[in-house]
C-alpha cells in the first residue's frame, strides 16, 4: 500500500470521527460532556472498553512480545479480567449510590481534599507518561510510512495526530469517547482479521 493510499484512509477515517462528535455534542452540558447524561448503551460501552483498553500499541505490539515470551502476556490478560470485575462489582455501584463521576471524587467525600488531590495527581501522572508513550509509537508508524514520503518533520506529525485527537475529543466529551472507540474497536478488530486473512492465504 502506498503512503498515499494510507494518508486517504486516515483522512477518511478522522472525517468520520469528527462528523460522530458533531453529531454526540448536539445539545452539550456539563453532564453530557463528563457522564453522557448516563445513557450510553451498555453494549456500546463494554464493545469500546475492548478498544480503549487494548490501543493501537497492544495492536503494533503485543504480537511480537507474544511471539518471544510465549504465555506470559497472559498474567497481563487475567489481570484485566481481575479488574474489570472489581470496577463492575466494587466501584461501579458506589458511583451510583453516591452518584459521583470518578473514584476521586470519592475519596475526597470519604478522606478529604488530600487524598482527593492526591490520589488524581497520580493518576494524571501515569496517564500523561502512558500516553505520551503511545502517542510516541503511533506517530513514530505514521511518520515513518506516511509523512516521511513527503519530508514532514516527525514534530510536524506529532502536531497534527494531538491537533485530530483534541478535535473530535473535546467537542463531544464523554458521549463522543462512547462512540468513537466503539468504531475504533470495531475497525481494529477488521484489520485484526483481514491482516489473519492475507497472512494465512500465502500458505495455500
Avoid: C
Avoid at 55 to 67: H, Q, Y
Avoid at 73 to 99: D, H, K, S, T, W
Avoid at 144 to 167: C, D, G, M, Q, R
Amino acid at each position: 500500500m502506498q503512503p498515499l493510499h494510507v494518508l486517504l484512509l486516515i483522512v477518511i477515517y478522522f472525517g468520520i470521527l469528527i462528523f460522530v462528535s458533531y453529531l454526540t455534542s448536539k445539545d452539550d452540558s456539563n453532564d453530557s460532556f463528563f457522564r453522557a447524561n448516563k445513557s450510553s448503551p451498555w453494549f456500546l460501552v463494554a464493545f469500546g472498553m475492548i478498544g480503549a483498553s487494548l490501543s493501537g500499541v497492544t495492536f503494533i505490539s503485543v504480537p511480537g512480545d507474544v511471539g518471544s515470551g510465549m504465555f506470559g502476556y497472559m498474567q497481563v490478560v487475567f489481570g484485566y479480567l481481575l479488574g474489570y470485575m472489581v470496577i463492575a462489582f466494587v466501584l461501579m455501584p458506589v458511583y451510583y449510590r453516591l452518584n459521583v463521576t470518578s473514584i476521586y471524587e470519592y475519596l475526597g467525600d470519604r478522606f478529604g481534599i488530600v487524598s482527593h488531590k492526591t490520589g488524581a495527581a497520580f493518576f494524571f501522572i501515569s496517564r500523561v507518561l502512558g500516553s505520551a508513550f503511545r502517542l510516541f509509537l503511533v506517530a513514530s508508524v505514521l511518520h515513518e510510512y506516511v509523512f516521511k514520503y513527503w519530508n514532514f518533520p516527525f514534530p510536524l506529525t506529532v502536531v497534527i495526530s494531538v491537533a485530530l485527537i483534541l478535535i473530535y475529543t473535546f467537542k463531544g466529551g464523554v458521549k463522543t469517547v462512547v462512540w468513537t472507540d466503539t468504531i475504533q474497536t470495531l475497525l481494529m478488530l477488521v484489520a485484526l482479521v483481514v491482516t489473519i486473512v492475507f497472512w494465512w492465504l500465502p500458505l495455500f
